[in-house]
């Protein structure tokens, strides 16, 4: 079964808390976290890998600690043995991380609407797509545009290759069921199903899997709930987390 959790993160956060939560993520990854300049982008990535492990542990009963990720060649996210039958991909944007867990490949994309450079926009927007941006009011260009993003990449989070594959290579014939069906020359696998899931109005979220998105746990988590069920080893005060 598909299981798409979301969850808002604190804006800052005390360094001891921090330090304590870095330790359930690998060496690698604490590395790459704290490369960071700004402690913001900091949280959203350890958030995000947090919420995966919470998730994938309550479904496994494996402690969230013990959960090792591999990567494919283009720096997708694998579970490794005894959990290689399943799947799991997360995102990040601004207040948002979320993630989806699936027994079949899964993406998953979440982005803040924000204003869109019309030079992006052709970088990314099929010539169709991009005659529709245009007829479009600056709202509703924001709007379309980063729903098609988002859609676009959680195929290609999906399918493996990441931002390898041009998004203007990709495009949508037209929605069934709720579901968005693909069509370009970078398609390899058509054969995905696609889907936008409603955020809150400032982000969009789009997931694409292996089966058709019926039935779903479509949850929203909150940061210290999942701090609490991860045993942080002191307690947080209120002055900690904001």
Known sequence: ?????????????????????????DADKRVKIMKFHRQEDRIRSLFAELLARWMI??????????????????????????????????????????CAVDE?????????????????????????ELSEFDAKHEEEQRVYFFERWTLKESYVKWDGRGLSIPFRTIFFRNSANGHYLLSG????????????????????????????QSPIVDSTMDYRKMMDILSIPFPISNDALS
């Open 1 to 25: 079964m598909l299981q798409i959790c979301k969850m808002q993160v604190p804006q800052s956060l005390d360094e001891a808390v921090l330090s304590a939560l870095l330790s359930y993520v």
């Open 185 to 212: 020359d970078e398609i390899s696998n058509p054969s995905c199903y696609l889907k936008l899931y409603p955020m809150d109005e400032m982000y969009k979220m789009a997931v694409c899997s292996s089966t058709e």
């Open 57 to 98: 542990s309550a479904r496994t009963g494996i402690p969230a600690k013990d959960i090792v990720f591999t990567k494919n060649q283009y720096g997708k996210p694998r579970l490794g043995s005894p959990l290689d039958r399943l799947y799991v991909n997360w995102t990040h944007s601004g207040r948002w991380v979320a």
């Open 104 to 128: 079949g490949e899964v993406g998953i994309d979440v982005e803040q609407i924000q204003h869109v450079d019309r030079n992006l926009a052709v970088q990314c927007l099929s010539d169709m």
